[in-house]
């Protein structure tokens, strides 16, 4: 059984920074490209950062370009987001997703995302 496990969310002030981490259990990690999405209130769920299996391509929505910075670690079969100089705007559920499929990752089609975690709050105040 496939389990993501999101954590490190929480309330900051905009301006501050978080780092949220996704623990992998039950795939081949090596295999599959990892990334994150958010959904902010009212509003669908977006890609916001992705890296291949290999960890040697990273894609980027152009709203955090910058800002975040994707990383995976395979001996801890982990991918973190460290997401600095917040915006309120950036206040959402954070997911962790995976996939054989960089592309199907990137291109932002909820559907065609193979696993999802249950998703971590990141609340950004003014």
């Known amino acids: 059984q496939v389990q993501l496990a999101e954590s490190g969310g929480g309330l900051v002030q905009a301006g501050g920074s978080l780092r949220l981490s996704c623990a992998a259990s039950g795939l081949t990690f090596r295999a599959y490209a990892m990334g994150w999405y958010r959904q902010g209130p009212g509003k669908e769920r977006e890609f916001v950062a992705a890296?291949?299996?290999?960890?040697?391509?990273?894609a980027y929505v152009d709203s955090v370009k910058g800002r975040f910075t994707i990383s995976r670690d395979v001996a801890k079969r982990s991918v973190d987001l460290q997401m600095n100089s917040l915006k309120p705007e950036d206040t959402a559920v954070y997911y962790c997703?995976?996939?054989?499929?960089?592309?199907?990752?990137?291109?932002?089609?909820?559907?065609?995302?193979?696993?999802w975690g249950q998703g971590t709050q990141v609340t950004v105040s003014s």
């Open positions: 890296i291949s299996s290999s960890g040697d391509r990273t």
């Open positions: 997703a995976a996939d054989l499929s960089l592309p199907d990752l990137v291109g932002g089609l909820v559907s065609r995302v193979s696993y």
